[in-house]
């Protein structure tokens, strides 16, 4: 079935680690995202791909990176300077063309 | 101002009752509108998208987009308990280059209650 698939579903971190969200997508889509949810709250842009080897800071990419080397892979590094790191991370795609974003199901990242 | 805000929650409706969503945005070049409906731990899943003005049907949803007020709503007939959830609306912008890429900025989500 295609989808976007996310792992893993939950993550601890100990302070000054560096760990790594894995995305996959089999849509054929060329956009790819990073989306943090915080308790309560709306989603907020860490970082985005419209193609290959190309991406783009959101809104709160600080202590973050990303790498786009495949179409189908976009995978997250939350850094040791991301300072409050607990919170849900949801990766999404979408054709370039197109308007809709379609989520993976989302992990979960707790410091520890 | 934020750039999309949504009607502060929670909302109640009992079951059968219509429940109405409200968003506005500050954008007013935005050309695409959606509603996420988003259960408790996981993900969010699309239920409407809206590009022009009017309104938009699909079952028991609604979606009414009005432009010139930069205000979007949902419209849940029927509600259900199964309805119960936090519905996120999220506005897609062109980016500078006039192009639409799926760049969406969500609100806060407002949290539903369907109670029997």
């Known amino acids: 079935d295609g989808g976007i698939t996310q792992s893993p579903k939950y993550l601890f971190r100990k302070e000054g680690q560096n760990v790594t969200l894995s995305c996959e997508q089999n849509l054929n889509h060329d956009a790819m995202y990073w989306y943090r949810q915080d308790p309560g709250q709306g989603l907020r842009l860490i970082y985005y791909s419209q193609i290959v080897n190309d991406f783009q800071k959101g809104d709160i990419a600080e202590g973050y990176s990303v790498s786009r080397e495949k179409k189908e892979s976009f995978p997250l590094t939350v850094t040791s300077a991301q300072k409050n790191p607990t919170a849900f991370y949801l990766c999404a795609s979408s054709g370039v063309a197109g308007n809709t974003i379609y989520f993976g199901e989302g992990s979960w990242l707790t410091v520890v | 101002q934020k750039e999309v805000e949504q009607n502060s929650g929670p909302l109640s409706v009992p079951e059968g009752a219509i429940a109405s969503l409200n968003c506005t945005y500050s954008?007013?070049?935005?050309?695409?509108f959606f509603w996420y409906r988003q259960y408790s731990g996981k993900s969010p899943e699309l239920i409407m998208s809206i590009y022009s003005n009017g309104d938009k049907e699909d079952g028991r949803f609604t979606a009414q987009l009005n432009k010139a007020s930069q205000y979007v709503s949902l419209l849940i007939r029927d509600s259900q308990p199964s309805d119960s959830a936090t519905y996120l609306c999220?506005?897609?912008?062109?980016?500078?280059?006039?192009?639409?890429?799926?760049?969406?900025?969500f609100g806060q989500g407002t949290i539903l209650t369907v109670h029997p």
């Open positions: 954008d007013r070049v935005s050309q695409s």
């Open positions: 999220a506005v897609n912008n062109r980016n500078a280059g006039g192009t639409s890429y799926g760049k969406l900025t």
